[in-house]
């Protein structure tokens, strides 16, 4: 009797577990080549959507993965401009790269992708932003860098979990950043459509 009692009860647990599991996600990020983007993050207060991922390479080297978090699904960049709430790039760094080569990247990437009148009236931002990442001496790989506009704060930056320096404000700066990978001129074509999730 207690033997058949044992074995209804290991069936019961078995039959448990099996729901259990097949009620879970399959997966709960996404994979870009060995580095993980959650499907949701929290930012400001708001839960944001992974809009797309892929991999930043520069001919054949692997140099960083980027994920893009909205709070709804875009694909293009003039919808994601006129957005409201928080937004989120998250970098992940597949290779060391120096200050001067991440900042002299980003401000190719900015004048690439915005007119003369455009930088002008983001110059003081733009300036700021660089004495920012002018204090870190340097990418490595591994690191993890946020780079989230905040409503009502600004752009902030988080390196690894930790703020670099002060909210940069106008929204207008931080869509100058957006551009540098969902520009007419970004700097990863390939990049582009994965962020806006053009791609499988």
């Known amino acids: 009797m207690n033997i058949h009692k044992n074995i209804g009860l290991r069936s019961l647990?078995?039959?448990i577990l099996l729901t259990t599991a097949v009620a879970l996600p399959a997966s709960a990020a996404i994979d870009?080549?060995?580095y993980k983007f959650d499907d949701t993050v929290k930012v400001a207060g708001k839960d944001l959507k992974l809009n797309g991922a892929g991999m930043r390479t520069k001919i054949i080297i692997k140099v960083y993965a980027a994920g893009?978090?909205?709070l709804d699904k875009k694909t293009t960049m003039a919808d994601i401009a006129a957005t409201e709430g928080p937004r989120r790039v998250t970098l992940v760094m597949a290779r060391d790269v120096s200050s001067d080569s991440f900042g002299?990247?980003?401000?190719e990437g900015l004048n690439d992708n915005t007119s003369v009148a455009e930088r002008n009236a983001v110059a003081a931002q733009v300036t700021k932003f660089g004495e920012m990442f002018a204090m870190v001496p340097g990418l490595?790989?591994?690191d993890v860098?946020?780079?989230d506009w905040l409503?009502?704060?600004g752009t902030q930056c988080?390196?690894?979990g930790k703020k670099l320096g002060e909210a940069v404000p106008d929204v207008a700066f931080y869509n100058a950043i957006l551009r540098i990978w969902l520009g007419e001129k970004p700097v990863d074509r390939s990049l582009k459509p994965a962020l806006l999730g053009k791609t499988s």
């Open 104 to 107: 002299g990247a980003f401000m």
């Open 68 to 70: 893009l978090y909205l």
């Open 158 to 160: 988080e390196l690894n």
């Open 145 to 147: 860098l946020h780079i």
């Open 151 to 153: 409503p009502g704060v």
């Open 13 to 15: 647990m078995a039959s």
């Open 140 to 142: 490595k790989k591994g």
């Open 32 to 34: 870009v080549n060995g």
